[in-house]
C-alpha cells in the first residue's frame, strides 16, 4: 500500500534517552512544517497499550520467549493497521518509539529467538513497512544502566533484565545498524544531551526533514 509520510523510529536499550530525543525531534520538524504523530512501541493505540502492560508488567507466572515474541507482533499488527499506515497515508511524520529492530535486538539477542522466526511474523504483521530512517542511540551499558538507577527504580520486566542481556540487545542493534547502514543511523548516546540532539538533527537534515 502506497505511503506518502516519512516514518521514522528511535532505537536503543534502556537509559540511552530515547523518549527525550524524539520529543526534540518532533519539536524540531514541526516547527519545519511536517506533521508529526509521535507513538511508541509497544503500544500506541487504547488495545496495543493493553497489550504492553501484558508484555512489561504480568509477574503471576513466567512468559516463555516465544510468548513473548507473539505479543509484541499482535500489539504492533494493532499499532501498524489502526495508527501507523492512516497516518502515513495521510502524510504524516510518523516517530516511533522503537519498531521491528526492537524485536530483532531483544527478543532475538536478548533471549535467542532465532531471526528466521521473527522475519516471519514480521511479514505477516507488518508486510514491507519499515521506516525510512532507523536513529540508533548507543552507549555502553554500563552508562546506560547508571542513567536508569539515577532515573528511579526498575518498573518493567525488561527494565529488570541482567547487563549480559543488555550486552546481548546491544550487539545486535549493532548488527542491524552495519547490515542495514542506508537507514539506520548510529548515534553516540554516551555524549550529552545537546550533542545527542545535534547529531539526530544532522541525521533529519541528511534526509531533506530539516
Given at each position: 500500500?502506497?505511503?506518502?509520510?516519512?516514518?521514522?523510529?528511535f532505537?536503543?536499550?534502556?537509559?540511552?534517552?530515547?523518549?527525550?530525543?524524539?520529543?526534540?525531534a518532533?519539536?524540531h520538524?514541526?516547527?519545519?512544517?511536517?506533521?508529526?504523530?509521535?507513538?511508541?512501541?509497544?503500544?500506541?493505540?487504547?488495545?496495543?497499550?493493553?497489550?504492553?502492560?501484558?508484555?512489561?508488567?504480568e509477574?503471576?507466572?513466567?512468559?516463555?520467549?516465544?510468548?513473548?515474541?507473539?505479543?509484541?507482533?499482535a500489539?504492533?499488527?494493532?499499532?501498524?493497521?489502526?495508527?501507523?499506515?492512516?497516518?502515513?497515508q495521510?502524510?504524516?511524520?510518523?516517530l516511533?518509539?522503537?519498531?521491528?529492530?526492537?524485536t530483532?535486538a531483544?527478543?532475538?539477542?536478548g533471549?535467542?529467538?532465532?531471526?528466521?522466526?521473527?522475519?516471519?511474523?514480521?511479514?505477516?504483521?507488518?508486510g514491507?513497512l519499515?521506516?525510512?530512517?532507523?536513529?540508533?542511540?548507543?552507549?555502553?551499558?554500563?552508562?546506560?544502566?547508571?542513567?536508569?538507577?539515577?532515573?528511579?527504580?526498575?518498573?518493567?520486566?525488561?527494565?529488570?533484565?541482567?547487563?549480559?542481556?543488555?550486552?546481548?540487545?546491544?550487539?545486535?542493534?549493532l548488527?542491524?545498524?552495519?547490515?542495514?547502514p542506508?537507514?539506520i543511523?548510529?548515534?553516540?548516546?554516551?555524549?550529552?544531551l545537546a550533542a545527542?540532539?545535534?547529531?539526530?538533527?544532522?541525521?533529519?537534515?541528511?534526509?531533506?526533514?530539516?
Open positions: 500500500m502506497t505511503t506518502v509520510g516519512t516514518f521514522i523510529s532505537e536503543g536499550i534502556e537509559g540511552v534517552g530515547k523518549s527525550t530525543q524524539m520529543r526534540e518532533a519539536k520538524l514541526s516547527a519545519a512544517g511536517q506533521r508529526v504523530l509521535a507513538t511508541r512501541e509497544p503500544g500506541g493505540t487504547p488495545l496495543a497499550e493493553r497489550i504492553r502492560q501484558v508484555v512489561l508488567h509477574k503471576d507466572e513466567g512468559l516463555p520467549a516465544s510468548a513473548e515474541l507473539c505479543l509484541m507482533f500489539a504492533r499488527a494493532v499499532h501498524v493497521n489502526n495508527l501507523i499506515r492512516p497516518a502515513l495521510r502524510g504524516e511524520c510518523v516511533c518509539d522503537r519498531y521491528l529492530d526492537a530483532f531483544y527478543q532475538g539477542g533471549r535467542g529467538v532465532p531471526d528466521a522466526d521473527i522475519q516471519a511474523l514480521a511479514q505477516l504483521t507488518c514491507d519499515l521506516p525510512q530512517l532507523t536513529i540508533l542511540l548507543d552507549a555502553p551499558v554500563e552508562i546506560a544502566l547508571q542513567r536508569m538507577a539515577e532515573r528511579g527504580t526498575a518498573t518493567d520486566r525488561f527494565e529488570q533484565e541482567t547487563v549480559a542481556f543488555f550486552e546481548r540487545v546491544r550487539r545486535k542493534y548488527s542491524l545498524a552495519k547490515a542495514h542506508q537507514r543511523v548510529c548515534v553516540d548516546a554516551s555524549q550529552g545527542v540532539a545535534m547529531a539526530v538533527r544532522q541525521a533529519l537534515q541528511s534526509r531533506g526533514l530539516l
